[in-house]
């Protein structure tokens, strides 16, 4: 939502003196900032056509003329840039990394803030594996996703937020770090974009006349549509041989046209077993960044039903989605 949006309003925001960065990327996520910093190469880096230290040592260079070109395109008066992409806390999983994009940021600018959203681990969850089974990640079901997220080669280390943060804070320091808490009860107006627009403004009364949100919310698939692909996995999975799918590539735009209801849920049980390995954790988040909160950083729940709808797939369910598929793709003679 706040990287369509911001992408969506550049003449609101150059008016106000911001600018949404220009670095390379297709859309408003600024993975490419990733791709320049990670010190192993990685599958997404790859579909950019990314596949060697010296591909990715050009790609760097040119990333940084770039961003030198948006800067001097820009009027006097704009005098701050956002840059946003998930992938930095996801995928700069060392030290060295951190660094490396410090470094490449330097270069640019004078005054670096680090703004991160943390949200409660199962929810994060849920969230990411309806991204795994969208993008063809995974066959795994929810209950062994669970156990693979809390294993030595975890796809989600960055909701280890003591663990990752500590790498960030001894590059960055505390003071150059934001962290709020994703939760609508916190956000300002209750609102995401103007949560963030007041960490940009600096004000708790940010200015939202006339700014548009995106009409395309970050919304996943449905519970039947997740269970459906993982699935199809076998089949269409996102590397194979070795390589990105052509194949998902190709189907990724109607995947993503599914059915994004009902939506899933897990059961209690299934998330009080995800949040209470945390505890130490997000009670070192609390003392580090928001020590006067009342209570638990992450408050237990009680909207958790007795019983999930993950895992779950009717015949019916079955021929719909099957429907939808292919009444979109294009079946061309061999």
């Known amino acids: 939502m706040i990287q369509n949006s911001f992408a969506a309003n550049e003449d609101w925001l150059a008016e106000r003196g911001i600018a949404y960065g220009k670095v390379l990327a297709p859309d408003a996520n600024?993975?490419?900032?990733?791709f320049a910093c990670a010190e192993k190469i990685h599958d997404f880096a790859r579909v950019y056509g990314l596949n060697t230290?010296?591909?990715?040592?050009e790609f760097r260079s040119r990333l940084s003329r770039r961003i030198e070109e948006h800067k001097a395109s820009l009027p006097e008066h704009v005098t701050t840039m956002v840059m946003s992409s998930e992938n930095l806390l996801g995928n700069l999983r060392t030290q060295a990394e951190?660094?490396?994009l410090k470094s490449f940021l330097s270069q640019h600018f004078d005054d670096i803030e680090i703004v991160l959203y943390v949200r409660r681990q199962d929810d994060a969850l849920i969230s990411m594996y309806g991204e795994f089974m969208r993008r063809g990640f995974s066959d795994e079901t929810f209950d062994q996703f669970i156990k693979t997220c809390a294993g030595p080669d975890s796809p989600v280390p960055y909701l280890y937020y003591r663990r990752e943060l500590s790498k960030w804070i001894s590059v960055w320091g505390k003071e150059k770090m934001v962290v709020r808490r994703f939760s609508p009860v916190d956000f300002i107006q209750g609102d995401i974009l103007a949560d963030f627009m007041g960490v940009v403004q600096r004000t708790w009364t940010p200015d939202m006349e006339g700014f548009k949100p995106s009409p395309e919310p970050n919304l996943g698939l449905s519970a039947p549509a997740l269970e459906?692909?993982?699935r199809l996995h076998p089949a269409i999975p996102f590397v194979k041989n070795g390589k990105p799918n052509e194949q998902r590539s190709k189907?990724?735009?109607?995947?993503?046209a599914l059915p994004k209801q009902p939506r899933p849920v897990m059961a209690a049980a299934?998330?009080?077993?995800i949040m209470d390995p945390f505890q130490n954790a997000n009670r070192w988040l609390k003392n580090e960044f928001n020590p006067t909160l009342e209570g638990a950083f992450f408050p237990a729940r009680a909207d958790h039903p007795e019983f999930?709808?993950?895992g779950q797939l009717t015949l019916e369910d079955s021929i719909e989605l099957t429907g939808q598929l292919l009444a979109n793709v294009e079946i061309v003679p061999k």
């Open 30 to 34: 600024h993975i490419t900032l990733f």
């Open 53 to 57: 230290p010296a591909e990715v040592a």
């Open 98 to 100: 951190i660094r490396s």
């Open 228 to 230: 459906f692909l993982r």
């Open 251 to 256: 189907l990724t735009p109607f995947i993503n």
């Open 270 to 273: 299934t998330a009080r077993r």
């Open 308 to 310: 999930g709808n993950l």
